[in-house]
């Protein structure tokens, strides 16, 4: 039977070697992702005191970079920002992880033929 110790090691190797979604083969969303949604969404996701009121059209660039990202998944996103620890002082998880409900593609109203 194993020790205690080597089954906190075991279960360490075994969280270490798995792989995050967000780094795996075929990744939820990249560095590259992150940076351009930072960019385009700024004055959207940063945290600010007194907080201004800016609203994001799902026509705007911003949503344009969110749909580049699988699912909109925008909790990969907050993930990356995370890793940068000047970054994630700057920008707010909940207005974050909103953009992928904000940005879900717009289908366009039905068309409707009047027959004269």
């Known amino acids: 039977m194993l020790s205690m110790k ?3 090691l075991f279960l360490l190797v075994c969280a270490v070697i798995s792989p995050h979604s967000a780094f795996g083969k ?7 992702n992150m940076l351009e949604i930072v960019r385009k969404c700024e004055k ?3 945290l600010q005191r007194p907080v ?3 609203l994001c059209s799902p026509n705007s660039p911003c949503c344009e970079v969110v749909r580049k990202v699988r ?3 925008m909790r990969c996103v ?3 920002i995370e890793l940068d620890k000047k970054k994630v002082k700057l920008y707010s998880e909940q207005k974050i992880l ?3 409900d904000v940005c879900a593609p717009v289908s366009p109203p039905p068309h409707r033929q009047v027959m004269v």
């Not at 075929?26 to 590259?32: D, F, M």
């Open 98 to 100: 909103q953009l992928g």
């Open 26 to 32: 075929n990744p939820i969303c990249t560095h590259a």
């Open 44 to 46: 959207f996701i940063r």
């Open 6 to 8: 080597g089954v906190i």
């Open 52 to 54: 201004p009121i800016y």
């Open 71 to 73: 699912d909109r998944d």
């Open 78 to 80: 907050y993930f990356l």
